[in-house]
């Protein structure tokens, strides 16, 4: 999820033999690897609409993908993720300390604006996650 230009995780993991399909909203995202990692498929769309058939992956990766994603809508994505999961699958995901939506005006994140296509303009107070894991699976 959030395959950026698909370098460093989709090319190792597709490297490694895995078949690997990305998804990222950004379609320049989506153009470059599709030339950088050949053998797998990308494609262009929103990760909190996509529609993945139940059990269609052994794992799903969202490194830095999830802070991009306003806070209301990221359960509702993790419980479709795990939809996505076939039995036994794993989640890898990074998720960050607190909320960040896409903009950094105290230069923590290194300076400057990063446009969100969910138009979230504003930082959150801290997010624990762990409030969702409520149920086993």
Known sequence: MGCGCGIPVARDLSDAGHRVTGIDISEVQVRR????????????????????????????VAMY???????????????RIVAWLRP???FLGTMGHRAWTGIDDD???????????????????????????????
Request: charged share 20%; no cysteine.
């Open 33 to 60: 690897p599709r030339m950088l990692v050949p053998d797998a498929v990308f494609v262009h769309g929103d990760v909190t609409t996509v529609e993945f058939a139940p059990a269609s992956f052994n794992a799903v």
């Open 88 to 90: 036994g699958g794993w």
């Open 65 to 79: 993908a999830l802070i991009h994603i306003p806070w209301e809508q990221q359960r509702a994505l993790l419980e």
């Open 107 to 137: 230069g923590s994140a290194g300076g400057g604006h990063v446009v969100e296509p969910h138009g979230r303009r504003r930082h959150q107070p801290a997010l624990d996650h762990s409030v969702w894991s409520d149920r086993p699976g």
